[in-house]
């Protein structure tokens, strides 16, 4: 499995960014997918996840801002992110787990492939 992450960029305090993340795979719709993110120096932190089935989880960091989607026919998944601020900034990284569910998603630890990040700033 390869996966593909691209829509980072350099944008304002307060604007919206949508990332996406294309998987190489021909069961796209059995795997959970998630979104991390990693600030320099810092950890890597869990953003959002959704399963095979469509339940999405969220880190408490992004809740009510940001939303991930998948669009199976496409092989992808989107983080749409909106009212950013500048600690958003980090590398975001889409990740691909085989058939799991539940709060196992929003740990880095469930997922089996990681894509090669995309870069997101945030300027103030």
């Known amino acids: 499995v390869q996966l593909q992450a691209s829509g980072g960029g350099l944008v304002q305090a307060g604007d919206s960014l949508r990332l996406s993340c294309v998987a190489s795979v021909r069961t796209f719709s059995s795997y959970a997918m998630g979104w991390f993110r990693q600030a320099p120096g810092k950890e890597r932190e869990f953003i959002a996840a959704i399963t095979w089935s469509g339940s999405a989880y969220y880190g408490d960091s992004v809740k009510g801002r940001f939303t991930i989607s998948r669009d199976n026919a496409k092989n992808t998944v989107y983080l749409q992110m909106s009212s950013l601020k500048p600690e958003d900034t980090a590398v975001y990284y889409c990740?691909?787990?085989?058939?799991?569910?539940?709060?196992?998603?929003?740990?880095?630890?469930?997922?089996?492939?990681w894509g090669q990040g995309t870069l997101v700033t945030v300027s103030s």
């Open positions: 990740a691909a787990a085989y058939s799991r569910s539940g709060v196992a998603v929003r740990s880095a630890r469930t997922y089996d492939y």
